[in-house]
């Protein structure tokens, strides 16, 4: 059984403001990176397709833009980078070379102008010994100097937009928060937009404004940062809240939600959550499917009993 | 789960290097990875200690030492008495059906062209003492029972399963031969979070079932301060710090243990921005060439002229009641003990 479409996204919508970091929470196969691909441009297709939507930058539909010219909105107005630094950097070509294409592409710049650049981004990254550094290969770099290559990278153009794809997940704890670091104080200094994509409830606590969880490829619940850790409006955020070890949890057994992410060839029908659901009426969520009710200021749940979800009597 | 004082292992300054050579036709050794460089501890019966520290600091390693896999290039592991490397024979034989893996990645450690069967089912061929021949599917099922699959999936094979269900496989084997000893190598690690809590959730269980003693390494701290009842850390081979969880996350010595538990992001989101946070300077050096004296001295805060001629000693010291390797080390506590 191979045939069939693998439902990745199903109508998701989401706003940045500049200057704000949205986190988009999720799951192995939710779609939050196929989300991101689709606004940048880099998904592949075929087999990937998008059968309807569109991306607003500024007013212009990114989706229905000619190729030509969304080459030139990637990367000077939109970037993106990724969690595996190492087979997202070219292995043949030197550090320097690949920081200083951006320019030699978007901007015409001779070489060598284009390396000096790309030792200022290093410096500006905080690569040790960037001069001596620059005609190096990825493979000589650290994994979180790595990260900072792709990151010297990516602001290269000054993007209005940056796209972090789990920037820290393949890195130690220690390096996590020198990345997360370098990343808050380049969007403050900036003013980017930054679209953090990642699965770690902690980081996504310490740096977003707002966060979008998706789940089976929709949004299941909208909200700013504070409200949705102090009060979950949707049953899977309030799952993944409880699932955290606590201190005061010691020695009793972990909250597990049960069963298992959906197959998203076979979505179940109604709410893509009911199966695995505590709050689950048979007869509306499994025919059902829940729209983004609007739950509160700038907040929004895909459940049909966000009420008793964020009344919160049952947690 | 109350651990008696009864140990299991004991290791004492456990080594391995690894040579560099250099040359083809003729390889000389040009120097070392000291990826294991000098490490003791006890596991008592019945507790979880759990083993934290960055990648390249040597945990798995040491599992693999722990597991015979490799051998040591000094030191000893004394399983009940016996020293692990120096058994052979049915002692050895013994030796290895009380200590088994579980390891990280239920992808590649599960043979994708083995049935569950198979899989779970192989440890009795080498071992047939525990089950005999016209016994095995039953204590294959038994066991499938008991990780929470359903015995009827005997005959599948591992892509039919999800990676929460295939970490149960790999939990199942390790049960097989009922161990003692279980050494869980980042055992959640690649599942997501929803499906890690029911992973722990089991192991828990298990441990109070039979009465196990888990050595759990694992780099995500909050997970190992839940399951761990004593905590050693870890920094370029060697052993920084180790205490129960109380005196390891709620009063920490060394400014290592310390760096690393500022480091995790705490998932509340109250109170951010006014947190202290230790941020390090700069990666793990090599362990081909570790900085003399203290190893952690290169990142270190409180670095001073003693720290490169000298190599603290694990020891209870004056600024602290617990083992801890640094020579100015003292109580800092750096996370708080009611967040989240």
Redesign the interface.
């Given at each position: 059984m191979r045939g069939g479409v693998a439902r990745a996204v199903n109508g998701v919508s989401y706003t940045l403001n500049p200057g704000e970091t949205l986190a988009v929470l999720g799951?192995?196969g939710s779609g939050k990176s196929v989300t991101a691909e689709a606004i940048v441009g880099i998904l592949d297709s075929p087999p990937g397709f998008i059968p309807k939507g569109e991306v607003r930058f500024r007013g212009d539909n990114l989706l229905a833009l000619p190729e030509a010219r969304r080459r030139q909105i990637r990367g000077q107005h939109v970037a993106m980078i990724f969690q595996d630094a190492l087979s997202a950097l070219n292995p043949v070509h030197t550090v320097g070379s690949q920081i200083g294409e951006m320019f030699r592409v978007h901007r015409g710049m001779s070489k060598a102008d284009a390396r000096k650049r790309a030792i200022e981004l290093m410096d500006l990254v905080r690569i040790?010994a960037a001069r001596a550094r620059v005609d190096d290969y990825p493979h000589q770099f650290?994994?979180?100097?790595r990260q900072r290559i792709m990151i010297a990278m990516s602001i290269a153009l000054d993007p209005d937009v940056l796209i972090a794809d789990e920037p820290t997940t393949a890195l130690?704890?220690?390096?996590?928060?020198?990345i997360?670091?370098l990343l808050a104080e380049l969007q403050r200094e900036r003013n980017m937009g930054l679209i953090l994509i990642t699965?770690?409830?902690?980081?996504?606590?310490?740096v977003?404004d707002k966060i979008a969880v998706m789940y089976a490829g929709r949004i299941v619940e909208e909200a700013p940062?504070?409200e949705i850790?102090?009060n979950p409006a949707h049953p899977y955020t309030e799952?993944?809240?409880a699932?955290?070890?606590?201190?005061?949890?010691?020695?009793q057994?972990?909250?597990?939600?049960?069963g298992?992410?959906p197959n998203l060839m076979h979505i179940p029908s109604g709410c893509p959550f009911h199966p695995r659901c505590p709050y689950r009426r048979d007869d509306v969520c499994t025919t059902k499917v829940p729209p983004l009710y609007d739950v509160g200021p700038a907040r929004g749940s895909a459940c049909h009993f966000w009420e008793e979800v964020l009344d919160g009597s049952n947690r | 789960m109350a651990p008696t004082a009864e140990a299991v292992l004991e290791i004492r300054d456990l080594v391995k290097h690894f040579p560099l050579t250099q040359g083809i036709v003729f390889k000389k050794q040009v120097g070392a990875v000291k990826a294991v460089d000098g490490v003791s501890f006890d596991l008592y019966r019945g507790e979880t200690l759990g083993v934290v520290g960055e990648s390249g600091c040597g945990k798995s390693t040491l599992a693999k030492l722990l597991m015979v896999l490799e051998r040591p290039t000094a030191g000893s592991v004394h399983y009940k008495g016996q020293d692990i490397y120096k058994l052979r024979g049915k002692d050895f034989k013994a030796m290895r059906r009380n200590v088994q893996i579980i390891l990280q990645d239920p992808y590649t450690s599960l043979n994708p062209r083995m049935t569950v069967a198979d899989i779970v089912g192989e440890p009795f061929d080498i071992h047939p003492e525990v089950a005999p021949k016209g016994d095995r599917r039953r204590k294959v099922q038994e066991l499938l029972e008991v990780v929470g699959l359903n015995p009827e999936h005997i005959n599948r094979y591992p892509h039919q399963f999800s990676g929460g269900q295939r970490q149960r496989i790999g939990i199942a084997r390790g049960l097989a031969l009922r161990p003692e000893v279980i050494i869980c190598d980042e055992p959640v690690s690649a599942l997501d979070v929803s499906v890690q809590a029911q992973v722990i959730n089991l192991l828990e269980g298990l441990q109070n079932e039979f009465n196990l003693s888990y050595i759990f390494i694992a780099h995500d701290l909050s997970v190992v301060r839940h399951i761990a009842d004593r905590v050693a850390v870890m920094y370029l081979g060697s052993l920084v710090e180790i205490g129960t969880d109380q005196q390891i996350y709620e009063t920490p010595t060394h400014p290592y243990t310390q760096a690393l538990l500022s480091a995790v992001p705490v998932p509340n989101p109250v109170g951010r921005g006014e947190r202290e946070r230790i941020l390090l300077s700069g990666d793990v050096p090599s362990p081909a060439d570790p900085p003399s004296g203290c190893r952690f001295r290169t990142r270190c805060f409180k670095a001073a002229d003693k720290c490169a001629r000298e190599v603290p000693l694990l020891e209870v010291r004056p600024g602290s009641p617990h083992p801890s390797a640094c020579h100015f080390a003292e109580i800092k506590p750096v996370v708080d003990t009611v967040d989240a």
């Open positions: 799951e192995s040790p650290s994994g979180g100097m130690d704890v220690t390096v996590q928060a020198q997360m670091d699965h770690d409830l902690g980081v996504v606590a310490d977003a940062v504070h850790y102090a799952g993944l809240l699932s955290i070890p606590r201190v005061d949890m010691k020695g057994e972990l909250y597990a939600i049960k298992l992410p | -």
